[in-house]
């Protein structure tokens, strides 16, 4: 079965997932990003300078990290860590801002436009484009930006202009729409870097390439510490670029369980939530087929999660295609898991984690003491929570910790 | 006998030298017991045909104006089924042929199924699909097939003669020339790539060529009309209805008898 799992056909699809439902008027850059795309996949110089930017820059190749005093206390199988959160930028974003970055300079565009929910794509799309000397303006929803402040300031620090969205739930699926709406206008001369493994083909299929370096690179060093390949691999999944590029390079071993962790908010049974698999049906939004949360009407609905690097309605294409050969299995956690697993790890490591990651790390924590001793998990740590503490201790302050 | 509609309206105006004036209005914007009398009102001010919007939660095609049109649709709680429903009970009122115009994941979530049992009692001319493009109209297509209801396909000033010629080709009841690169209810000075555009899709089109996005005054519409079978005029309904003035609508009205295309 694992052999028919394979990249998108030429249009775009994963199985009945994917795909590219835009307006006609950005047909023809969606094209002319695709041919650009496999040209620069082809050329030994966009590799070479994508590879030297992925090291000089960004600090690759990152640590799996042992994470022997969390083992020992859980007492179940042995835990690493890919050590995302040591990237530049503190979070795996980069990596596919600086691919696609390289690829604006590559079609000869000077502009690039991004959307952004924490503001993790924002800052990693400001920081690329300060690099590459590239125009950047970042699109967040208001009221994210509000919640952000920090990282508006950093994203304006790096040069970027922030556009804050007031448009529909003025969150990031907002953002979204807006800079979609802005493409179109101003498609000559800007690329508009989408931050997650979504939107049209050939983004879903692009993003996962240039995030694929995270399991090429934990796949050669579990083997090389192990001598062989983890029984589980985790990644916490809003969007999915984090997950898909953990996925990527252990999809075709069989042995290899693959878990997204998506984010409950204050549980699945609830309305506040943000898990599009677990708890949403497929539909057709912001470019693709894929699995999210809507009404019965079609409308996508509100989300909720503690991380606002989840906190989006639907999940990328390939995910929904996963999940639905059976490939990947998607959990999930709630609010209050993620804050325990981020105070478990911050106290038991001295790693403080992104809320983002403490999703897959409550997963972790949940399942590790239920496996073998010689069995061995792989859990992306996408993202370094520094940008998370004030948040965190808001939500301490307020007790909602306890129950 | 619905699909037909529209080629007779085409045919007629053709006849009498004239062109088609087509108004957007949000279903449910200003109450869905109102869309009656609203569809009367357009029918009264002379528009010849009626593009009905479906309220969407993320309209990524369209600027401020149709955003909260259809945001207020929505507060409503109007739905893509009670809109259908409304129209099976008003159909025999309205006298001009209307097609909806709708993002894809409302009907998708509706089912192709029942979307096409129900708009066919309702009544519907035609379905307008922003974000299905060609590449993507297979479900839709196999969906509607044998229906009455014409799958109307969009051209823009980036589409390819290559992919301009293969959109024409059995493509049914108009095609809708978008005017700009951008979303509707924009700002516009057209400029003579418009103009160009336009002449390159009527030339290429077996079936009527109606020009629409940010058309938003009678000079405007006689200028785009000139070019084309048509002109679509949204956001500025859309707003003229939002804030009572509907007496401005047939202001917006080219006088009869245009010029033809050159």
């Known amino acids: ?4 799992i394979k990249s998108p056909n030429e249009a775009g699809k994963f199985g009945i997932f994917g795909g590219a439902y835009v307006a006609e008027s950005l047909v023809a850059t969606l094209e002319e990003l695709e041919t650009a795309y496999r040209q620069a996949k082809a050329d030994p110089e966009f590799q070479k300078e994508f590879d030297y930017l992925l090291k000089d820059y960004v600090g690759r190749e990152n640590p799996l990290y042992y994470a022997r005093r969390l083992t020992e206390k859980l007492g179940g199988a042995k835990i690493y860590l890919k050590r995302e959160d040591l990237n530049h930028t503190g979070a795996h974003k980069i990596n596919n801002a600086i691919g696609q970055g390289l690829l604006t300079k590559y079609m000869g565009k000077t502009k690039v436009i991004a959307e952004t929910g924490a503001g993790q794509h924002g800052v990693a799309t400001a920081t690329i484009a300060a690099l590459l000397g590239l125009e950047c303006k970042v699109f967040m929803g208001a009221k994210d930006a509000k919640r952000q402040e920090l990282n508006v300031f950093r994203m304006e620090l790096l040069g970027a202009e922030v556009i804050r969205v007031e448009q529909g739930t003025a969150t990031l699926k907002d953002a979204v729409n807006e800079a979609m709406r802005y493409w179109v206008e101003h498609m000559d001369d800007t690329h508009y870097i989408i931050g997650s493994a979504l939107g049209p083909h050939p983004f879903p299929e692009m993003v996962k390439d240039f995030q694929s370096i995270i399991s090429k690179e934990a796949r050669n060093q579990i083997i090389e510490k192990e001598g062989r390949l983890p029984d589980q691999v985790v990644a916490c999944i809003g969007g999915g670029s984090n997950a898909i590029g953990m996925f990527a390079d252990f999809i075709a071993d069989e042995t290899v369980d693959l878990i997204g962790v998506e984010a409950a908010g204050k549980g699945i ?56 050969t059976g490939r990947a299995k998607y959990a999930y956690a709630n609010d209050k898991e993620a804050l325990r697993a981020f105070y478990e790890l911050s106290r038991t490591e001295g790693i403080i984690p992104a809320l983002e990651s403490s999703h897959a790390l409550a997963y972790v ?17 996408s993202g370094r929570g520094d940008k998370d503490v004030e948040l965190v201790k808001n939500v301490t302050k307020e007790g909602n910790t306890d129950d | ?37 609203q569809i009367k009102t357009l029918e009264e001010s002379g528009v010849d045909l009626i593009e009905i919007g479906i309220p969407f939660s993320d309209p990524a095609a369209d600027g401020p104006v149709i955003q909260e049109a259809g945001i207020r649709a929505l507060e409503n709680g109007v739905s893509l089924l009670d809109i259908l429903n409304t129209l099976a009970k008003i159909k025999d009122e309205i006298s001009v042929p209307y097609v909806l115009m709708t993002y894809y994941n409302p009907v998708y979530k509706l089912t192709l199924d029942v979307f096409r049992n129900k708009a066919e009692e309702a009544g519907v001319s035609g379905i307008i699909v922003p974000d299905v493009p060609l590449d993507e109209e297979a479900e839709l297509k196999n969906g509607l097939r044998g229906s009455d209801i014409a799958i109307i396909r969009l051209a823009t000033l980036t589409t390819s003669d290559e992919r301009l010629r293969e959109i024409t080709r059995d493509a049914e009841g108009f095609i809708y020339a978008v005017t700009v690169n951008g979303v509707t209810g924009g700002q516009n000075n057209y400029k003579e790539e418009v103009y160009d555009n336009l002449e390159r899709i009527k030339r290429v089109s077996p079936i009527p060529v109606c020009a629409g996005f940010g058309v938003s005054n009678k000079t405007q519409a006689e200028q785009l009309g000139a070019y084309t079978d048509g002109v679509i005029v949204g956001s500025k309904i859309v707003k003229i209805f939002y804030q009572g003035r509907e007496r401005e609508i047939k202001d917006l009205i080219p006088d009869k008898k245009l010029t033809r295309v050159k």
């Open chain 2, 1 to 37: 006998m619905t699909k037909e509609k529209i080629e007779e309206t085409f045919k007629r105006l053709s006849d009498e030298g004239d062109k088609a004036f087509i108004a957007y209005i949000m279903a449910g914007d200003g109450g869905l017991e109102n869309l009656e009398s």
């Open chain 1, 1 to 4: 079965m694992i052999n028919n």
């Open chain 1, 269 to 324: 049974e609830t309305n506040e939530t943000a898990a599009a698999i677990n708890k949403g049906t497929v539909g057709i939004a912001h470019g693709a087929k894929m699995h999210m949360l809507q009404d019965e009407d079609g409308q996508l609905l509100a989300t909720h999660s503690i991380s606002a690097g989840l906190d989006y309605p639907g999940i990328g294409p390939e995910h929904s295609y996963l999940h639905d």
């Open chain 1, 365 to 381: 924590i949940k399942t590790a003491p239920t496996l073998d001793k010689d069995q061995i998990i792989v859990m992306s740590l």
